[in-house]
């Protein structure tokens, strides 16, 4: 890693951890900003040392969790009038909002829940919790138990990943080997079927 991406991207630079944090807020406000990314990012300089799980973890759940109350509030207090400008208007397709509205009706603040694990589509949902008059104790409660999943896990999964590479490697290496059999015996079953249905043509 360059020097100078060091001495910026590391949890020693007293601005790390306040940047880490306004780089996930905007991320909830239709900015094209991807948290998972942020996230992702965050916990590969956790898995080097320049960062700490203890204070990345909490942070990105304050950050991303505000960020959702501001579109619920946004979407409590406007409506579907803000829907049309820019940046939102981007994200809030008509069928977009047709779709989680109905999922609302269906299940109810659970989809709140499940939003949670929907890249690129949450803030429409944490928007349309607030225009349907979802209560926001309940819709925050909701949205907490999802986030303790999916930012804890996103964060980890790099030193998951990074230190099991030969585990990964292995276990590819010998799904390779089961693909290439499973072609073979595809591969087998159609010559067979070919020179069955050949034989009976035949006859």
Known sequence: MPA?????FNGANPMFYPMFGLALLPAGLCVPISADLVLLT???LAFHGQAEYGMLIPIAA??????????????????KKVIGLWPFRKAF????????????????YRVVFLA?????????????AGTLGLRYLKFIAYNFAG???????????????????????SKLERGQWFFMAGLLVIALAFFAWKKT??????R
């Open 147 to 169: 986030a303790l999943i999916v930012i804890p896990g996103t964060i980890l999964s790099v030193k998951w990943v990074a230190g099991n590479l030969e585990l990964i490697r």
């Open 42 to 44: 965050a916990g590969y």
């Open 116 to 128: 949670r694990f929907m890249p690129g589509i949450r803030t429409v949902f944490m928007f349309s």
């Open 93 to 108: 397709t008509p069928e977009r909002i047709a779709r989680t509205e109905s999922s609302f009706n269906e299940q109810g």
């Open 4 to 8: 100078w991406i060091e001495i910026y």
């Open 197 to 202: 249905k050949a034989s009976s043509e035949i």
């Open 62 to 79: 304050f950050a991303i969790l505000l960020g959702d109350t501001i579109m619920f509030w946004i979407g409590r207090r406007y409506g």
